[in-house]
């Protein structure tokens, strides 16, 4: 319906011909936050291709994946949340940010994202290469000869966690002949049987019951660690960092606290937190927006956007500099987060369009199109069927499609045949497949 209504309006179809020319960076002005979500569920649909869309604020990406889900009445939109790395070792650091991050990416390669909303702060910060997600990420499924030792072995290079029954995402738990994991993509955790060597059954199940559910026939399972190391890798690339650093007293301190790591690592017990070893793991700052190739950007309330990054990157400059203190991080550690000119400049590089609710001075600079939307705004008429009445008259008057959502099928039928009842060209249908100028159509949803 939403994709039916947007592209019988001229400011939509402007925009979707600036994206697919390329006449961009383009501006669109007047857009609320709901009147965005409707744009971008209808662009997801009619361009087919991933969209990221890039927030002030992750409040304001969380609230646009709710409404473009309802829209598009799937999950075709995942957040993309800011997490701050721990750079310093302790035990008990949480992960739960870092695998939804790790999520997303993963549906982002297998081309499984339609929508991915991310806060500024998002994408500032440094993850995984696509490239090394992929080389890392291997697929299993039904009749394979894959000896559970070996897989066992797989899970725990990839960072998961062994438990004695999984509770959690990125874990993995062993129980005779079956081995139940949670791969960061999935919604649920998978149960894999085995038959000697083989795998026979997987299928996903419960946590809280641990009862199998739908069955899987192939099974994807990426890292379980934005930062990825191969056998022994990061005890080398360490060594050889902390022989680089030398004798010098500056780095006096840093020394003190790599050594400790390691000895942690040479003696077998692994860090609580790799983060604050990303510049050794990854040769390129990669971040999510680098996941998307010739595809579509909306930068919602880039004067906003902007204020925000620059706030974030102060406080990320001041904890360096008491991290360069402490002697957790020294030169050659140091790089985690873009600054706000290299975030905006690599988004830039994509066909970017730029929705904001009011035209702001300065906002017009660089454009190949200016798209101007006045929508139309109603209260709520809360069950009050002749507020309705009065809302709906004056636009049926001016010649407007007027289509109302009313919760349940049973219900949209329901308030069609009041709004008849009263005298208004209303009826219930199941779909807005077409546009049926003064009327009223009435549907679920």
């Not at 390669?109 to 702060?121: H, L, N, P, T």
């Not at 080398?236 to 960092?241: C, P, Q, S, W, Y």
């Not at 009313?406 to 779909?431: E, H, I, Q, R």
Request: aromatic residues 8%; negative net charge; glycine residues 6%.
């Amino acid at each position: 319906m939403y994709a039916t209504v947007a592209t019988r309006l001229t400011q939509f179809v402007q925009l979707m011909e600036d994206l697919k020319t390329g006449r961009t960076p383009a501006l669109c002005v007047g857009l609320s936050a709901i009147h965005k979500a409707h744009f971008i569920a209808a662009a997801a649909e009619e361009l087919g291709k991933p969209i990221l869309v890039v927030t002030q604020d992750e409040t304001a990406a969380a609230r646009l994946v709710s409404d473009v889900n309802a829209m598009l009445e799937e999950e075709a939109a995942v957040l993309f949340p800011y997490r701050e790395f721990a750079y310093r070792q302790m035990e008990g650091v949480s992960t739960e940010y870092e695998q939804a991050r790790l999520g997303v990416l993963s549906r982002l390669a297998a081309g499984e994202a339609k929508v991915v909303a991310a806060s500024i702060q998002g994408v500032m910060s440094r993850t995984i290469p696509k490239k090394v997600l992929l080389e890392n990420t291997f697929a299993v499924g039904p009749e394979q000869s894959v000896p559970m030792e070996e897989l066992v072995a797989r899970l725990l290079k990839s960072g998961y966690v062994r438990r004695p029954q999984v509770d959690g995402v990125s874990q993995f738990s062993v129980r005779g002949g079956i081995l139940d994991v949670f791969p960061p993509k999935e919604a649920n955790p998978v149960r894999i049987e085995y038959w000697a060597d083989d795998i026979d059954t997987m299928s996903y199940f419960e946590l809280d019951s641990q009862r199998r559910t739908d069955p899987v026939d192939r099974l994807e399972i990426a890292p379980a660690n934005e930062v990825v190391f191969g056998e022994g890798e990061l005890s080398r690339k360490l060594a050889a960092f902390c022989e680089k650093l030398g004798s010098k007293k500056v780095f006096a301190a840093a020394r003190e606290v790599l050594q400790k790591d390691l000895d942690r690592l040479s003696s077998g017990v692994e860090l609580d937190s790799q983060d604050k070893y990303f510049p050794l793991a990854y040769d390129t700052f990669d971040t999510v927006a680098d996941y998307f190739e010739d595809a579509p950007v909306f930068l919602s309330e880039r004067s906003e956007m902007r204020e925000n990054a620059r706030g974030l990157f102060w406080q990320y400059s001041e904890d360096l500099k008491a991290l360069f203190d402490e002697g957790q991080l020294c030169k050659g550690l140091d790089s985690y987060l873009l600054s706000p000119e290299q975030a905006e400049a690599r988004l830039m590089k994509h066909r970017t369009v730029m929705l904001d609710t009011f035209a702001r001075a300065g906002s017009g600079e660089g454009l190949k199109d200016l798209v101007n939307i006045s929508p139309l705004q109603s209260s709520g008429w809360n069950g009050d069927l002749k507020l309705l009445q009065s809302d709906l008259l004056p636009l049926l008057e001016e010649g407007y499609c007027c289509a109302v959502l009313a919760g349940t099928a049973k219900a949209a039928a329901n308030l069609a045949a009041d709004l008849s009842k009263m005298g208004l060209p209303a009826s219930y249908v199941k779909d807005l497949k077409t546009i049926q100028y003064r009327k009223v159509l009435v549907l679920a949803g």
